[in-house]
């Protein structure tokens, strides 16, 4: 089935001048939320979702001395997962692509990409809308575009999920997935909006609600709700004490992806931060001949959530 036919059953129609042209990256089964921002991105008529990109997480595996046996293999659940949801939701008219199977590494050749090449041939077709790709993940393979085609830094803009609270940041997992990558991206004039770990969570769902909003709404609800309580309970059986999970809710972290594109754009709710220099800790040093980024302060979490229950019953429910 057609996105479009999908989407005309939320029952009003977004003027072509009020769109945008949005590429998804994404490790898609890296954890719970991931599958909810993929569908909240395809039930968002204001978005014109020209593919997705499915991404590694291998940064689990540089964690792990033990696992590092298995480098590679989490790009390929991103892709089954992405499959996944596409089949889930009866939409086949959405591309999705393979991006870089492992982190750049500044000493090797440049990584084979699949998603890297579709965000520059995207970026370089005539369009007047603009376009956004949406990071959800680390920066791999926009890092890998920039490289191959510069001129893109002209032609889009980044949304990334990812980086620690200004001025100090810190360990993020996105910003741990590809240190290389982001510097590259930092270092680049490619324009950035950063919704940082700070703002993100705050994007919460708890599981009744899930469960009472979620859950009833065709195939696609009932996976991604058993998906998060399967993971929940996965992660509080773990043998050492953790903060995360919070034993009865979730951060849907990549759905604020949605929230920027979505809410009013009067909003006062970012502020101009130079490009800083990142350290190997993954902390910021001031760089005061950086680019200017766009860095959210808030993002419109009651929006964000109402918007995406609406969407999901209007288009599956019974």
Known sequence: MKRSEILSRLGYIVPESKKSRVIIVSDISSEADDAFAIVHHLLTPCIEVKGIVATHYEWRYYKYEQLKSQRGATLDKSYAMGKKILDLMEIDDVSLYKGAA????????????EGADFIIQEAMQDDDKPLFIALQTGLTDLAIAFIKEPRIAERLT??????????IGGNEPNLREDLTAARIIYDSPIPMWQIPMNVYPTVEMSFSEMIDKVKPHGAIGDFLCQQMLDLNNYYGQAPMR???????????????????????????????EKAPFINDDYTYKPNPEGKDIRVYDWVDTQLTMNDFYAKLRLCYGR
Not at 102 to 113: A, F, H, N, P, Y
Request: charged share 20%; aromatic share 10%.
């Open 158 to 167: 980044a949304v990334w999920i990812g980086g620690g609270k200004y001025p």
């Open 102 to 113: 492992i982190m750049l590494d500044e000493d090797k050749d440049l990584l084979q990409s």
């Open 242 to 272: 953790m903060d995360f999970p919070h034993g009865e809710s979730w951060s849907l972290g990549d759905n604020p992806t949605i929230s920027v594109l979505l809410q009013s754009k009067t909003l006062d709710c970012w502020h101009i």
